[in-house]
């Protein structure tokens, strides 16, 4: 089952939702942990952070748990790990001056399996805005429709096609020049 | 094509992920930008500048809202019917525990998730004893503290829809079983929902007094398919001290947008102690009596603050970061001042769990290691991955 199928036949159970949706959501969390650290690494780097991006979330959401069911919970909970990346790659932005941001999986100094040209190309994106990474990331690993995306990214699927253009465009530009 | 090697690329280094850390409901292990001293100031500049003046040093504020309640009609204590489940699981190999290195002999586990039994566990084995159920109706137990004797505990559980967070107290027997649970009507707070992050509820020696923090204007929102929640300058806490025996209530509003958790009540109950996590970042005192709010100077920068706990002399220890290291520092409630200072081995993570006062030393978990410090005598130990650091005792 691939990270989309399963958080689809989690959002399925409408009946179940209802009854208690909040903690369905925590359970899908649950069920889907590792599906959103992967999702988290390819947006900030390294594992340590993405493991604490969902586990910052997850704990949140325990805490803010209200009666209001999200309309889709994939979206919900890729939105949230999303929205907690940004947050941290922003505040990366600022502290960057100050603090050792911790080495991405794809740099020369990690040894991790990652062949050099897909090295490359993963370096490249991380050179890219953190909105263009994002949708990137969403439609080439996550394989999500325009719609899906713009409902993950809250934007409109107008804006998700001239983002994935520009983004695929300045990836080129930079893979060209690592 | 650059897409085939980018989707090739995607797919490579998500499965570098291989294993992931357990999710749970809190955050006992303290996670936070390891910067250096010297750098600090600069870097915390613009955020203290919006912090509101009370969290000078030294400078004392009085909140303006400090109000009292009563629920005298109600009892004070409601026994509640109680038959503690066996085991769960068949006992799992030993585990070593933080709480035994602490002399606790039990330990509560499994509060914050909601909606499932606490465990009472051998801080010994890590082995569990029983499982104290949820009170029918209730969301589960969501916060839990100690009232230092180790037999006595205090647990939380939440009304989502009504915003109304209930007390309850648990005895157990010498041999760990519990004896008896009891709600505290008088204690049921009606005014929002629990706050955020690790130690929301505190309780003195004895359990005279609970601390609690409540916050109002916390909302996960639903929007077009997206989703945020609020930005936390919107966000309302309460500090609520509640004696469980009368129903007396008292409520400190801390300012918009101050969000703060790890509560920890001197023994005697004449100071509590709190971390302000968001504008600032810093240990910060109540004074019940007054609701006056300190900051405290610990000589470093704020955000190089990590955690603190109050022993039964009314002094508190500290684990502080700075350009040379991790350091212990004693600070004094009564006259202010700073009155021992260990340094600590230099460390290359930011996670630690502690510091906790057991008898005259501080136990602190830095990584993988532990340090006890006795005077100024520290005293490391090893503890790899086998230790158990989670649970009230």
Known sequence: ?178 | MITELLREALSDAAATVEHVRPLTGRVRRRRRWVIPAAVTATAVTAAMALTVVSTRPGDVTRPGDVTRTNEGALPSEVPLPMKARPPAHAPTAARWTLAAYTDAKYVLVGAGTGGEPVAVNDAATGKQIAQVPVPPGSTGYWDTAGAGDNRTFFLTSVDYKRAIVSFYRLRLNADGHPQQLSELPRATLHDGLQGEGPQLLAATNGGTKLAYVTETGAELTITHGGSSMTDDAEIRERIHIIDPRTGDQQAISLPQGTVIDELVWAPDGRALAFTEETPGNGLRTLDPATGAIRHVDLGGDDGAFRAADIGSDGDIVALTYRADGNHLVWYSLATSKITRDVPLEHSHTDQAVGPTIVGDAAVVVIGNTMYRVTGTSVRTRHVGHDIDLEGTW
Not at chain 1, 43 to 57: I, K, N, Y
Not at chain 1, 104 to 112: G, K, L, Q, T
């Open chain 1, 1 to 178: 089952m691939t990270f989309d199928q399963g958080l689809a036949s989690c959002g399925a159970d409408r009946r179940q939702e209802a009854a208690d949706p909040a903690s369905h959501l925590t359970e899908l969390f649950r069920v889907h942990h590792m599906s959103l650290v992967r999702l988290a690494l390819l947006m900030l780097g390294d594992q340590t952070s993405a493991e604490d991006v969902v586990q910052d979330v997850y704990a949140r959401l325990q805490r803010r748990r209200r009666s209001r069911p999200p309309a889709d919970l994939a979206a919900y909970a890729r939105a949230a790990v999303l929205n907690a990346c940004r947050s941290l790659l922003r505040r990366r932005a600022l502290m960057r001056r100050f603090v050792e941001v911790p080495q991405p999986v794809w740099s020369a100094e990690n040894d991790v399996l990652i062949a050099e040209d897909r090295r490359r190309v993963l370096r490249a994106l991380t050179r890219l805005p953190p909105r263009q990474r994002e949708a990137i990331i969403l439609r080439y690993y996550l394989n999500l429709s325009q719609a899906e995306i713009a409902t993950s990214m809250g934007i409109s699927p107008g804006t998700v096609k001239s983002t994935l253009s520009r983004g695929l465009t300045a990836l080129r530009v930079q893979y060209e020049e690592e």
